[in-house]
């Protein structure tokens, strides 16, 4: 079974940068993605990349300033956060994007102080 583990979280300002990543312990053929959860609110969906990298999806929240990428030789997808506002305070996690997903991992904290 994989296993997803994500980093690279903090507490930034507003108009700073993140950069999370997600490393699993296996080979990930499907389409990832990464996912947010603010308190009170579901787990959503914000990104998605291909296992080739070419095809990539972005809530219009986050577009133009989320960047999503991955590595397969390394088993590892990021997400460079750019212009991070208080909105994007949330748990973040990967995961497959659509259908059978992993196990979910502890998530890493992103924390947009005004």
């Known amino acids: 079974q994989v296993q997803l583990v994500e980093s690279g979280g903090g507490l930034v300002q507003t108009g700073g940068s993140l950069t999370l990543s997600c490393a699993a312990s296996g080979r990930t053929p499907s389409v990832m993605g990464w996912f947010r959860q603010a308190p009170g609110k579901e787990r959503d969906i914000v990104a998605s990349?291909?296992?080739?990298?070419?095809?990539?999806w972005y809530v219009d929240s986050v577009k133009g300033r989320f960047t999503i990428s991955r590595d397969n030789a390394k088993n590892t997808v990021y997400l460079q956060m750019n212009s991070l506002n208080v909105e994007d305070t949330a748990v973040y996690y990967c995961n497959v994007a659509h259908g059978i997903q992993y196990p979910w991992g502890q998530g890493t904290q992103v924390t947009v102080s005004s």
């Open positions: 990349i291909s296992y080739s990298g070419q095809s990539i």
